[in-house]
């Protein structure tokens, strides 16, 4: 079938002949009958008849995809926030990406690529109409939009409209450019690529369960641990249930490390009031200070003044269920553990305006989404890409090792240091280099929460947003690129973690927009 030139239809004269036809029509039409109108319509409604209205054609197919961000964005802070899945942001953007080479790859002119990014906008907000539809339990709404915007399936569903009647007639006549276009080949294989990862991590996270169970015979127990939380806090309420959550999990010390003397004075006056107003022996929290105001200095001194044989590090934000030591330390029934992480989420805080409300949230899909990629890739090969300092539990042997204080206290990168963020990369990257293994132990009796809060405006989230990009990107290379131990050990998290988010930056925006912050 030759598919017809938009230029050579006006769109009165393409609506006039439709209406005809409709008028005509003894039944319902369906596309089989109708496709060349449908075709021209659908073209002509970008086109306005005439090539030089090229701009009011891109116009017209932006504003649609755009429209789709916006109902996403606003649907998701707006409505019904805590029914939607956790990647829904990231894969948003994917999405978009990926719609602009599939319609690259399937046309060839302005016309028809214009269509074709429209098309996938209206698939796209058609699904989102489908998680609205009152008929569907929440839980089934949320399935099903999880389903339909995972990005293999969008992706899918995009090329396969081709199948159909109405666009096959389309695609035969450019079959020959399809094929012949750069475009799809490399549509294709970035697809491939990324499709592969998420297909086994799906599986992996799904169906699979590496964590340990907590044994009938334990040989280590909660009074083999000594809580170090590092905190220049001005202790209140929340540092309060950081405490008491800490404490009814029974842990031989907390030792609160602060820096400088006047937080020494004044975390000691917390600790005398608190162990007064709850009846503690005065010895069960103990504060130390180091001289600088550095998290990893902080931690080292305070980890100095371990007797036990476990270390757990926890922010001042984060809160432990009591059943969290129970739970992680029958990861530590193997002397081969060096390092233990869990499951975290984000106290979610809507605050009092609709923009604290999306900032908190970006911060909760950002934490789910480290849940799911460490249980798949540790649930694979026994890899994690790091165990977040939010709460992780080491073992007291290496820490109070000369060779990882110093180490730990010097680290550079590209000459640049001694570095005070990126501990907890660091001390990952310490178990993959020196042998150790490091467990990823996704239970709910061991997810902690951790409130990141709705303060400070997009200026902060911005700024911390700049953190985890640096973090991250500083942190793959130097283990795939310098310490090269991780493909040996850990061959699928490298894979998974390093190879897919540096093609990735040719195909998620959210990632160049890292890439070019890396060194700013």
Request: hydrophobic share 45%; aromatic share 12%; glycine share 6%.
């Amino acid at each position: 079938m030759a598919y017809p030139e938009t230029n050579q239809y006006g769109i009165r004269t393409i609506l006039s002949n439709y209406w005809t036809f409709l008028q005509n029509s003894t039944t319902i039409p369906v596309l089989d009958t109708s496709t060349t109108d449908l075709l021209s319509i659908f073209n002509g409604l970008f086109a306005i008849c005439s090539t030089s209205w090229n701009i009011v054609a891109y116009t017209s197919g932006l504003l649609a995809w755009l429209s789709l961000n916006v109902v996403h964005f606003t649907a998701v802070t707006l409505i019904k926030p805590a029914s939607f899945p956790v990647s829904l942001i990231r894969n948003v953007v994917s999405i978009n990406v990926h719609t602009f080479l599939a319609a690259f790859a399937t046309t060839s002119t302005t016309h028809s690529f214009m269509s074709s990014l429209s098309l996938a906008a209206a698939l796209c907000l058609l699904f989102t109409a489908i998680s609205y539809y009152k008929k569907f339990p929440l839980g089934g709404a949320t399935t099903v939009f999880a389903i339909l915007h995972w990005e293999p399936v969008y992706s899918i569903a995009l090329v396969a409209l081709g199948a159909f009647t109405p666009l096959r007639g389309f695609l035969e006549d450019r079959v020959n450019f399809y094929y012949q276009n750069p475009w799809h080949a490399t549509f294709s294989a970035l697809f491939a690529f990324k499709f592969v990862k998420i297909v086994v991590h799906f599986v992996a996270y799904n169906f699979c369960n590496a964590s340990a169970e907590t044994p009938e015979v334990r040989t280590v127990s909660s009074a083999d641990v000594t809580v170090v939380i590092p905190s220049i806090s001005t202790f209140d309420s929340g540092f309060v249930r950081c405490i008491k959550s800490v404490l009814a999990n029974g842990p031989a010390k907390i030792i609160i490390s602060t820096a400088g003397t006047d937080n020494l004075i004044a975390a000691r006056r917390f600790i005398n009031e608190f162990s007064e107003q709850n009846q503690l022996p005065i010895s069960l929290i103990e504060a130390v200070a180091s001289t600088s105001c550095s998290k990893r200095h902080q931690f080292i001194i305070g980890a100095i003044q371990a007797k036990t044989n476990i270390i757990a590090f926890c922010d001042d934000s984060s809160r432990w269920p009591s059943t969290f030591l129970n739970s992680i330390l029958a990861e530590f029934e193997d002397p081969l553990v060096g390092l233990v992480g869990s499951v975290k989420r984000v106290i979610r805080d809507r605050g009092i305006t609709v923009s604290q409300s999306f900032r908190n949230y970006l911060a909760c899909i950002y934490l789910e989404r480290h849940n799911f990629e460490c249980t798949a890739t540790y649930n694979i090969d026994g890899g994690v890409f790091v165990i977040s300092g939010r709460t992780g539990l080491i073992r007291t042997s290496i820490v109070q090792n000369k060779k990882f204080q110093d180490s730990f206290l010097s680290e550079t990168f590209m000459g640049r240091g001694p570095m005070n963020v990126d501990d907890d990369n660091f001390i990952t990257r310490y178990m993959v280099n020196h042998g150790w293994k490091t467990v990823f132990h996704n239970r709910p009796e061991a997810c902690i929460e951790s409130a990141l809060g709705v303060q400070g405006g997009w200026g902060k989230f911005a700024g911390q947003l700049l953190r985890w990009a640096r973090t991250t990107w500083r942190s793959n290379l130097r283990s795939m690129l310098i310490d090269c131990v991780c493909w040996e050990r850990h061959p699928w998290t490298s894979y998974a973690m390093g190879g897919v988010r540096w093609v990735a930056v040719f195909t998620d925006h959210l990632e160049v927009v890292e890439a070019l912050v890396v060194f700013a």
